[in-house]
């Protein structure tokens, strides 16, 4: 047990090293918070020893954990502060809402399909993740109640920018969203400036689809 920790701290340094520091992500929060969020526990059992590869892997029901560094350069592109409140579209495994609970005041997270919600849930209940709200539910509305975000992150590609989430934000607020077809998609971020928004293509991606009422249809 102890030496599977030694073994995946040091997969973990690595990672961040080789995969996060060399590829230019500079931002010490993101780092660190690479460094201390184990990515073997947000996959099953039988791909631990995969989990610091460069690739995403499966997470079951046709979804992924994806791959580190696109983890790393939407949370960078974020540019959050320690008393931000951010809203995640698509929790998957959880890792990525792991990754920036290290970094914020709160976390919010939508997930469209049940099992995945429930383990993630437990997974953060497991890991004393405290600042994490979860929810089951089409994300695409992004979550009234509690808006406006600081920023939001979606994490499955959307065909085009929902504007219901752009709505979400503080003024200041920032946005990324993969947008394209469903193989492959352009990472957008969107900066909120009053009455205005500036908006910025960060390089291509590929994302599983948003699906949802402002996403892709079901089937
Ligand atoms: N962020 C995740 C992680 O760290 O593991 C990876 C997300 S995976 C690439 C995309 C996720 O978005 C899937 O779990 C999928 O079910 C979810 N999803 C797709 N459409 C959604 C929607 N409308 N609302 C909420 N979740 C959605």
């Given at each position: 047990m102890e030496k599977d920790v030694i073994k995946y701290e040091r997969q973990r340094e690595e990672m961040v090293r080789s995969q996060i520091e060399a590829r230019g992500i500079k931002d010490p929060d993101v780092l660190s918070a690479f460094r201390r969020?184990?990515?073997?526990?947000?996959?099953?059992e039988a791909l631990r020893d995969q989990a610091y590869g460069d690739y995403p892997l499966p997470i079951g029901e046709q979804q992924t954990i994806s791959q580190p560094y696109i983890v790393a350069e939407m949370t960078q592109a974020l540019?959050?502060?320690?008393d931000d409140r951010v809203l995640e579209i698509g929790t998957g495994s959880g890792y990525q809402a792991a990754i920036l609970a290290q970094i914020v005041y709160r976390v919010y997270t939508i997930e469209r399909i049940r099992s995945l919600h429930i383990q993630a849930r437990s997974l953060f209940d497991k890991l004393q993740y405290h600042n994490i709200v979860t929810r089951y539910g089409?994300?695409?509305?992004?979550w009234q109640q509690e808006s406006p975000f600081n920023a939001i992150i979606v994490t499955a590609g959307a065909p085009?920018?929902?504007e219901i989430l752009i709505n979400q934000l503080v003024v200041g607020g920032r946005l990324v969203v993969p947008v394209g077809n469903q193989h492959t998609q352009e990472l957008i971020k969107i900066d909120r400036r009053g009455n205005s928004i500036q908006q910025s293509n960060l390089g291509g991606c590929r994302f599983v689809k948003l699906v949802g009422e402002y996403g892709w249809r079901d089937g």
């Open positions: 969020v184990p990515r073997h526990l947000f996959v099953s540019e959050l502060d320690k089409d994300g695409t509305k992004g085009e920018v929902p």
